[in-house]
């Protein structure tokens, strides 16, 4: 009862005047817009930069103080960056046959993967169409394609040594028939969902054969056909470093096998962190073109 | 005699899981060059089934359809769609979608210099002029069905099948499309078969009604004539005696007669 009759009692003037001596009193100097600017990166780092850089520490700290006792069998991080120090600050040496910096290692594995990956592309978009189109080719491959894609990568290498006779196209081979399946198959669903509404447009316009494949499923199927290529390379470089570990030559899969023989585990464990470096660029990669080419694909 | 589009005892059973199930029945219908028709019924009752058999996107089961005295027995450009969710590709722009049908039909009878000026043309006669770089997910559902009626268009048909164009639009935005569409009728001429399921739609652009039994086995109950005078204007009909009398009997037939699963025998 006290509460409001005492806001009704309360004189204006009396109101007025503290409002504006809060006012006087409160008002902040204006910030520059710089200043503002400054404030969302700072906050934008906090929030997203921060977390994994702790994180990341964190894991360095206890990895540190885990492998620094006494009879630990891996090197800590200090000893890494040590032991190492000339592969991580030049990746670029070439001092002929092997002794190559981690670059052309990698560079060497990436050809494999382009090739073996470019040519599992090209057939599995091809194969993924016609088992997607014509239900006589599904009812045809589908049992063969079932078994074969759960043949395990390596296990391909044998065979394709004997094949090939050369380990350079064996282990493209290897490449090829891991990426294929799932570039097959996403793009054989992709080629099935082609909406009704599509074919019926295509009809009425009497789109032949070729037309119909260039205007309609080609674009209708994009976004399938990318989701495949995108697990296609990741497979892919899972792949080729076992595969070179087992072929030898240059290449980071050997690179890593070599280190090992030599128990160089330092440089095993920089070579890791490229390999997942450059898996992670392969995946973006092909993501982004993905995302580039399928720009208003999608239905609505 | 046959008329322009002649639609012959056309008959459509369709077997599922070993049972067949009567659709259409018999259902004869004819329309002349230049007239705008409308069928009307309850959903279900096999009125798009019509619309599609007509289209060549479905084979009936038994009777035939002629158009301007060739039988019609494939999907093709004379008897272009508009359907009832635009069916836009949307890879494409609203004048990519429209010309890869010009482009198709007028392949060998016009240059490409013409079959550009033709789509620029059917963009602005459904006032889409200023969207024609635009994909469909970046215009309005009212602005996709202007593109898709302007795509049908193009190609010429001989006959324009309209799918319950506007039934997925809002009232006002249904209302000026149909009002561009009579302007359209008025302009060019056309042959229309328009499936629908309003009332007051199928007066304001019909010459006349087809009103359809509820299926199974349905049938065309009764045919009604629009007498209303063009142009029409939709405020103006409102009060018109003619326009009361025929929304009348069109309501009588539907939800007085045939009731949705009410049967044949209702009356």
Redo the contacts between chains.
């Keep these: 009862m006290s509460m409001p009759a005492r806001n009704l009692l309360a004189p204006e003037p009396a109101a007025t005047v503290a409002n504006d001596l809060a006012i006087v009193l409160t008002l902040p100097p204006r910030r520059p817009p710089q200043f503002e600017r400054l404030r969302a990166v700072l906050s934008m780092i906090a929030g997203r930069i921060l977390p994994p850089v702790i994180m990341l520490a964190f894991v360095f700290i206890v990895w540190e103080l885990l492998c620094s006792q006494p009879g630990a069998t891996l090197p800590p991080p200090s000893k890494v960056l040590a032991n190492s120090w000339e592969l991580i600050v030049d990746p670029f040496y070439d001092r002929g046959g092997l002794d190559k910096g981690l670059f052309w290692h990698l560079l060497a594995s990436l050809q494999r993967v382009a090739l073996g990956f470019a040519l599992a592309a090209v057939a599995g978009i091809g194969l993924g169409v016609l088992i997607g189109q014509s239900t006589w080719a599904l009812r045809a491959l589908d049992p063969i394609f079932q078994v074969l894609r759960t043949v395990p990568p390596l296990a391909w290498l044998p065979l394709s040594l004997a094949a090939f006779r050369d380990s350079n196209p064996s282990a493209i081979f290897v490449i090829f028939i891991t990426a294929i399946w799932p570039i097959v198959i996403n793009t054989s669903v992709g080629v099935r969902n082609i909406p009704e509404d599509y074919k019926n447009v295509a009809r009425v316009m009497r789109l032949s054969g070729i037309e119909y494949f260039v205007k309609i499923t080609l674009p209708a199927t994009v976004p399938y056909i990318f989701t495949g290529l995108k697990i296609g390379i990741g497979l892919s470089w899972l792949a080729i470093v076992a595969a070179e570990m087992l072929i030898g030559g240059v290449g980071i899969g050997f690179f890593i096998w070599d280190a090992w023989n030599s128990s160089l585990i330092a440089d095993i464990i920089v070579a890791l962190i490229y390999v997942g470096l450059v898996g992670v660029l392969l995946d973006r990669a092909v993501a982004a073109v993905g995302t580039l080419i399928s720009r208003g694909t999608s239905a609505n | 005699m046959q008329s322009y589009l002649s639609i012959e005892k056309i008959g459509m059973s369709f077997e599922r899981a070993g049972a067949r199930s009567e659709v259409l029945r018999e259902v004869t219908l004819h329309i002349e060059r230049g007239e705008f028709v409308s069928v009307i019924g309850h959903s279900g009752c096999g009125k798009s089934t019509l619309l599609n058999i007509v ?3 479905l084979t009936s089961t038994t009777g035939e359809v002629f158009l301007d005295g060739e039988v019609v027995d ?4 004379e ?3 508009v ?1 009832q ?1 635009h ?1 836009l ?3 494409l722009t609203a004048y990519e979608n429209i010309r ?2 010009v482009d ?2 007028f392949r060998r009878t016009k240059t490409a210099a013409e079959r550009h000026e033709w789509t620029e043309h059917n963009l602005d006669l459904v006032q889409m002029t200023q969207a024609a770089n635009k ?3 970046e215009i309005s559902g009212g602005m996709k069905q202007r593109v898709g009626i302007a795509r049908a268009l193009a ?1 010429e048909p001989k006959v324009l099948l309209l799918d319950e164009p506007f039934g997925a639009l809002d009232a006002l935005t249904r209302a000026h499309l149909q009002d561009s569409v009579m302007d359209i009728h008025a302009k060019l001429g056309n042959t229309v078969l328009m499936i629908t399921h309003d009332v007051d739609e199928a007066i304001l652009l019909s010459d006349r009604i087809v009103m359809m039994n509820s299926g199974p086995a349905a049938t065309i109950g009764e045919v009604l004539e629009v007498p209303l005078p063009r142009p029409r204007r939709r405020l103006d009909l409102a009060a018109h005696p003619d326009y009361i009398r025929c929304r009348a009997a069109v309501m009588e037939f539907l939800y007085a007669r045939h009731r949705r699963g009410s049967g044949l025998h209702a009356a």
């Design positions: 289209a060549g996107l494939s999907p093709g450009p008897r272009a769609v359907f969710n069916s590709l949307p890879w890869l049908g198709k039909v994909r469909p997910a190609m």
